[in-house]
Nanobody
Framework: QVQLVESGGGLVQAGDSLRLSCTASERTFSNYAMAWFRQAPGKEREFVATISWSGINAHYSDSLKGRFTISRDNAKNTVYLQMNNLKPEDTAVYYC??????????????WGPGTQVTVSS
């Protein structure tokens, strides 16, 4: 059982940057692809980015490519999401997940509780 905990969320202004972190409880972290999803109020959970177990391959939502960067440090059991030039529409709860490389939430077996990101205009 992999336990995931996100951190780094908060209230920022449009144009600011944030870096989210997600730390896993297990050394088997490096066996899993990791991903970030987000869910805004009243909307479905949305794919943000995913990264392979090695960190070599990363894939992004087309709408976010260029502003968001996913990375991981297997020695620290941590995956990151660097978010630049934030916009009010980026406001959501951000979740990290562990599983297989996929754009689909159903491919991820373990989820964190989420961290709130609020972007004011």
């Amino acid at each position: 059982q992999v336990q995931l905990v996100e951190s780094g969320g908060g209230l920022v202004q449009a144009g600011d940057s944030l870096r989210l972190s997600c730390t896993a409880s297990e050394r088997t972290f490096s066996n899993y692809a990791m991903a970030w999803f987000r869910q805004a109020p009243g909307k479905e959970r949305e794919f943000v980015a995913t990264i392979s177990w090695s960190g070599i391959n990363a894939h992004y939502s087309d709408s976010l490519k260029g502003r968001f960067t996913i990375s991981r440090d297997n020695a620290k059991n941590t995956v990151y999401l660097q978010m630049n030039n934030l916009k009010p529409e980026d406001t959501a709860v951000y979740y990290c997940a562990a599983g297989r490389v996929s754009y689909s939430a159903s491919s991820y077996d373990y989820w964190g509780p989420g961290t709130q990101v609020t972007v004011s205009s």
